[in-house]
């Protein structure tokens, strides 16, 4: 089976700061989404990072008219193989059972060292308030 779309926690969901980016290369349309076996973390540098671990992820899937042309734009975006990694994950949306797409950090311990604060929620928004 190949995946069917994308699974985004971060930027690329809808109202955050780079949705348009998914919007520009196809994005036919977004449905509510949770991965299991991921915990996320908040990186300094303003965006989040999930990794594989004991928890969930609540996200977004995105459809896209051409999938692979879309990840061609995205895996750039996401700095695939320098800083994540693109890897296939079952997801659980309104419809059912997905396979997705995802952008994973390497591991836990790798979102740490960069100085992530974990998400105990699986809830990541750059339009919410930081707390101290």
């Not at 809808?14 to 520009?24: C, D, Q, S, V």
């Not at 303003?46 to 671990?53: F, N, R, T, V």
């Not at 995802?102 to 960069?114: Q, S, T, W």
């Amino acid at each position: 089976m190949r995946p069917e779309g994308l699974f985004v926690y971060g930027t690329l969901k809808a109202g955050e700061r780079a949705a348009g980016l998914a919007e520009r290369v196809g994005l036919l349309r977004r449905e509510p989404a949770v991965a299991e076996g991921l915990v996320l973390y908040e990186l300094p540098a303003g965006y989040p990072a999930a990794a594989p671990g004991p928890g969930r992820v609540v996200g977004e899937f995105l459809v896209f008219r051409d999938l692979g042309r879309a990840l061609a734009l995205l895996d750039r975006y996401e700095e695939v193989g320098r800083e994540y990694l693109r890897r296939p994950l079952w997801v659980r949306t309104p419809g059912g059972a997905r396979l997705a797409w995802v952008y994973l950090y390497p591991d836990a311990r790798a979102a740490r060292r960069a100085g992530g604060r974990r998400l105990w929620d699986g809830r990541w928004s750059g339009r919410l308030p930081k707390k101290p």
